[in-house]
């Protein structure tokens, strides 16, 4: 088993930034692709960013691209989502989420909710305008 516990969520004004964080434990965290989903109210959990087990490579959404950044601390068992120039749009519950067989390592295999193995119980992004 894996615990995931996201944090940082909040509110803030179109243009401004919110830095996520998620804390692993249970498992060897530096084994898993990690990644990050949004959910808005009536809508379905989309994929935001995914990063694999090293760091060394990431994939984004293309809404996400040039705004959000994905990292990770393996020291730390943590993965980050920094958010620059929010839009009102981007208010959702915010999750992140790791998937085991880092071997996949493909867009379309991480950005597909179905493929991860453990989530965390989200945190809530919420931006003005």
């Known amino acids: 088993q894996m615990q995931l516990v996201e944090s940082g969520g909040g509110l803030v004004q179109a243009g401004g930034s919110l830095r996520l964080s998620c804390a692993a434990s249970?498992?060897?965290?530096?084994?898993?692709?990690m990644g990050w989903f949004r959910q808005a109210p009536g809508k379905e959990r989309v994929f935001v960013a995914a990063i694999n087990w090293s760091g060394g490579s990431t994939y984004y959404a293309d809404s996400e691209k040039g705004r959000f950044t994905i990292s990770r601390d393996n020291a730390k068992n943590t993965v980050y989502l920094q958010m620059n120039s929010l839009k009102p749009e981007d208010t959702a519950v915010y999750y992140c989420?790791?998937?085991?067989?880092?071997?996949?390592?493909?867009?379309?295999?991480?950005?597909?909710?179905?493929?991860?193995?453990?989530w965390g119980q989200g945190t809530q992004v919420t931006v003005s305008s």
């Open positions: 989420a790791a998937n085991l067989r880092g071997s996949n390592w493909y867009y379309d295999y991480v950005s597909r909710a179905a493929r991860y193995d453990y």
């Open positions: 249970g498992r060897t965290f530096s084994s898993y692709t």
